[in-house]
């Protein structure tokens, strides 16, 4: 079975949510039958998404059963929703049963969740698709990522043991679940036996406090951005003595606060784990080794158990040498099938065959360790000279304590910033850096950086302003 859920203690409580639900993994056998009563064919069924008990055995009925469910946040907005609906023709949505409306037909009500029956036709879809989810970033886009049942049960076994965990994990997950990083958490602690903490909150909620401190969650795992949070919320002064890993991931976090955690945790007792990945490989392809977290800060380690990293140039042959900078591809069992766009593509089968051009620029030391120097698309070129915009973005951060975000073109970097700094000073910092006159440098203030449920910047939104 799916994480070999059949496998578990059924005594022991698989999931618990901040609303009050909980469920134990022999109950969640009991729901994978009753959804198979309810289903009983393979079928296309979007799962409308918040982090609860609800949503979470909806997904996993659908996987035990062979249903392939398209994971997409509750919230999002309805006009593309019914683009979706339109495009892949679904035959089943599970969602909170208060969305269910009076003409709906509905087949199956548990954990507060409703299966709908939308009374379209099913159709064919390639035999090894287990599971689609949106690609990074993107809010409602057609552009879906295809997984197979294999690489998902590698990621969560590869990550259960370069985690070392365990039945008596307890971890914390307010990541989106139907984001790739945080279904990741929540696959391998289920594959691991453990108990599963889900919210819907976040850390500036007093609430969320009292969940995990309640529930004695065992490990937190988030994002750059909630890293930022926990700083200014002062967590290293906090009592949590069940708190005992702190994994990073969903991007690199500035080498400033990487060092700070790491020695939180090393004068802690605690753990510092940084991760990398991305939707298209399952989520994590690369860890560093809480023992490497100081020595070798700003890194994201090596590949995961199971998996190759390496580095190519432009004409895509492979760079032997140590800090030179190239594109990072990835071969592993976790790399997905491909992407879809309409429903046709369903049927496509496996495209990449286990390897992932990850589009990150990298470079690795002589220990072999991997460094992100930025996104491959995320550079320009001012006034001849190639300039990365997440490292601008970086030593801005570094220099002035501020929230920033760089987009442009060749002709100009557009600069974001929330606490209204000296755009001057900005602008001739980052001259000074580059070696670029200021004129090709435009800084801009903003209230917030738009965000999706993820914590990443929307660049998009930010290169659609019209102050541009």
Request: a negative charge; aromatic letters at 10%.
């Amino acid at each position: 079975m799916y994480l070999e859920l059949d496998q578990k203690n059924k005594q022991n409580m698989a999931i618990i949510d901040s609303e009050g639900s909980k469920i134990t993994y022999g109950e969640v056998l009991s729901f994978v039958n009753k959804f198979r009563e309810s289903v009983g064919q393979r079928a296309l069924m979007f799962v409308l998404s918040r982090n609860c008990v609800g949503a979470a055995v909806g997904y996993l009925g659908a996987m035990a059963n062979h249903v392939v469910p398209l994971m997409l946040g509750a919230g999002m907005d309805r006009e593309l929703l019914e683009t979706l609906i339109d495009l892949y023709r679904p035959s089943y949505l599970w969602k909170p049963v208060e969305m269910v409306e009076d003409e709906e037909n509905v087949l199956l009500r548990e954990y507060r969740y409703a299966l709908v029956s939308t009374g379209l036709p099913t159709y064919l879809m390639f035999e090894d698709l287990s599971l689609l989810l949106t690609t990074s970033g993107s809010t409602g886009s057609p552009k879906l990522v295809r997984h197979s049942y294999g690489n998902l049960e590698a990621q969560a076994r590869n990550i259960s043991a370069f985690f070392e965990l365990d039945s008596a994990e307890r971890p914390m997950v307010d990541l989106p679940i139907h984001y790739t990083y945080g279904l990741s958490v929540l696959n391998s602690h289920l594959y691991s036996g453990a108990t599963v903490l889900l919210t819907g909150m976040n850390v500036l909620n007093s609430e969320y406090w009292d969940f995990l401190k309640g529930e004695k969650a065992s490990s937190f795992t988030n994002v750059p951005y909630s890293y930022e949070i926990l700083k200014k919320l002062r967590v290293f002064r906090m009592d949590l003595p069940y708190l005992k890993t702190f994994s990073q991931g969903g991007g690199k976090l500035e080498e400033g606060l990487h060092r700070e955690f790491a020695e939180y945790a090393r004068d802690t007792g605690r753990k510092f784990i940084v991760t990398y990945g991305q939707t298209e490989g399952s989520a994590r392809m690369a860890w560093l080794p809480p023992e490497y977290a100081l020595e070798k800060c700003g890194s994201i380690g090596k590949a995961i158990p199971g998996g190759k990293l390496y580095i190519v140039d432009e004409d895509g042959r492979e760079i032997d040498r140590p800090d030179t900078i190239g594109e990072m591809v990835y071969e592993g069992p976790n790399v997905t099938l491909g992407y879809a766009e309409k429903r046709e593509d369903l049927v496509l089968g496996d495209e990449r065959h286990g390897v992932l051009y990850t589009g990150d620029m990298v470079k690795k030391d002589s220990d072999g360790f991997f460094y992100i120097v930025g996104r491959k698309k995320r550079f320009l070129k001012l006034w001849g000279y190639r300039v990365g915009l997440d490292e601008c973005e970086n030593l801005i951060k570094a220099a002035f304590d501020v929230e920033c975000a760089c987009v442009g073109d060749d002709r100009c970097m557009e600069i974001y910033v929330t606490s209204g700094q000296d755009k001057d000073a900005i602008r001739r910092y980052l001259a000074d850096k580059t070696g670029i006159n200021s004129s090709a440098f435009l800084v801009h203030d903003i209230e917030a950086l738009p965000r999706n449920e993820a914590g990443k910047i929307l660049y998009s939104v930010l290169e659609r302003r019209e102050d541009k």
